[in-house]
C-alpha cells in the first residue's frame, strides 16, 4: 500500500504548502510521540534542524505535538543531520527528528525520523504513524500533569565536534593543512570548521552565513563552483563542500579538481582494508556508482554490493550483511562504525587521515581508478508507464546486448517526479552514447503516445 505522507527521506515538500505544514508537523509529532513510547520511565526526542527560514515553524509545530503527548523534547538547535542521529542515541532519547530539505533550495523542507538506534524508521513504523496521523489525535493527548517539558541542549556542538575528532586514528592532527570547508549555509556553519580547527589545521570558512534563504545557494557540496575557486585563490592542500543537512560531502583537490563519492568510498575501503578494520570483504554502494570502482575494488580482492539508489537501501544491506562501509556516488558516504547514516565531515575525516599519514597530496589520494565513461540522461512523460512498452524493452534489450561485457545499463523511474532516468557506462564512449540515445529516443516516442 503506497504511503500517504513518507516518501524515500522522510516527509518533505514546499514550505508552508501541503504536506509541510505546521499542521501537519504538529500531527507527526503526536502520532510520532505516541507510536515510540512504552514502558513508564519519561520518555524523550531530540529535534535538531538545518538553517531554512521555516524551520523555526516546524521546529515550534513538532515541540508542540510531542510535549502534548507526554514525551520531553531536546532541542539542538541547527545540527548536521548525523549529529542528531548520533545524538539521539547518546541522549538516550526514544526518538530524533532532523528537519531538513538536505541539498534542496531552502523554500523546501522535510522531516526525518530516527529509532532509538538512530537508524531511520521501517516501512511498517511510518505506516502506524500516518495511520495515526489520519486518525483522531485528540485521543492521543497526555493527562495535564504528564505534559512534557522542553530543553535546549547547550552542549551539543561540543558533544558532536569531540565525537567526529574521535573517528581519527589516536593521536593523528592535521597540522599544517590549509583546508577550506564549504558548509553550504546549512546546518554544519559551526561544528564543521571548529572541529577542523581543533585538530589543527589553517580553515578558510565560506558558505557559513546562513540567513534562512541562502542554503545550499551557489555554494555546498551540489554547486562546488566557489569551493575551486577559494582553494586555487588560497593554494589550500583541499576543499570539503557539504550540503545543506551535512549528510553527504564533495572534495576538491589541491588542483581544483572535484572528487566524487565512489573516489571517496575506494580511498576509504583500501585505507580500511590495510588497516584489517573493512568488514564483509567490500563496500556497499547502488546501481548508480561507476563500473571503475568495482573494477578497482576487484584488484584489492574486494567485492562491491548494489542497492537500489537510496542511503536507506544502502544502510539496510550493510546492516543485513555486515557491511561497515557503503555510499552513493554523491558523496553520502556510511561508516556504520561511528554513525548509522551519511556525515560529511567524518567522511571527509578518514580522508583527511590518509592524506596525513601517507605523506601525498589529494590530488594522488584521491585518484584510485579512471572512471568510465558514463552518460545519465532524463525523460519526463505526463501519464503511462512508458517503460512496459515493447519498443522501449527492446530498445533497452538490444542496449544491454550491445554493452554486454563491457558496460552496464541501468533504467529506473524516478521516485519523486514523472521522470525515466537513463544511465550507461562502459568502455567506449561512442557506444554509451549511440545506447542511451535509441532509449530516450524509444522512451519518448512511447511517452508521446500516450
Known sequence: MARRYFGTDGIRGLANKPPMTSELA?????????????????????????TRLSGYM????LLSGFTSVGMDVFLLGPMPTP??????????????????????????????LFDPDGFKLSDDTERRIEDLIDGDTSELLAEPDQIGRATRVESAQERYIEFAKRTLPRNLRLDGMRIVIDC?????????????????????????DPNGRNINHKCGSTAPEALIEKVREVRADVG????????????????????????????????????GRLAAGGVVATVMSNLGLERYLT???????????????????MRRHGYNVGGEQSGHIVLSDFITTGDGLVSALQILAVVVTTGRPVSEVCKRFEPLPQILKNVRYANGRPLENFAVQKAIDAG?????????????????EPVIRVMAEGDDEVLVANVVGDIVEA????????
Do not use: C
Open 26 to 50: 504538529l500531527k507527526v509529532g503526536m502520532a510520532a510521540g505516541h507510536v515510540f513510547q512504552s514502558g513508564q520511565h519519561r520518555h524523550r526526542v531530540v529535534i535538531g534542524k538545518d
Open 58 to 61: 516546524l521546529e515550534a509545530a
Open 83 to 112: 549529529a542528531v542521529a548520533m545524538l539521539t542515541r547518546s541522549l538516550r532519547a526514544d526518538l530524533g527528528v532532523m528537519i531538513s530539505a538536505s541539498h534542496n533550495r531552502f523554500d523546501d523542507n522535510g522531516i526525518k
Open 184 to 208: 553550504a549555509n546549512g546546518a554544519a556553519y559551526k561544528v564543521a570548521p571548529e572541529a577542523l580547527w581543533e585538530l589543527g589545521a589553517e580553515v578558510i570558512k565560506i558558505g557559513v
Open 240 to 275: 570539503i563542500a557539504l550540503d545543506g543537512d551535512a549528510d553527504r560531502v564533495v572534495i576538491v583537490d589541491e588542483k581544483g579538481s572535484v572528487v566524487d563519492g565512489d573516489q571517496l568510498m575506494a580511498v576509504i575501503a583500501e585505507s580500511w582494508h590495510r588497516r
Open 299 to 317: 584488484t584489492l580482492g574486494l567485492g562491491l554490493a548494489r542497492t537500489p539508489v537510496g542511503d536507506r537501501h544502502v544502510v539496510e544491506h
Open 400 to 416: 544491454k546486448e550491445r554493452l554486454a561485457g563491457s558496460g552496464r545499463l541501468v533504467i529506473r523511474p524516478s521516485g519523486t
Open 443 to 450: 522512451v519518448r516516442a512511447a511517452a508521446a503516445a500516450h
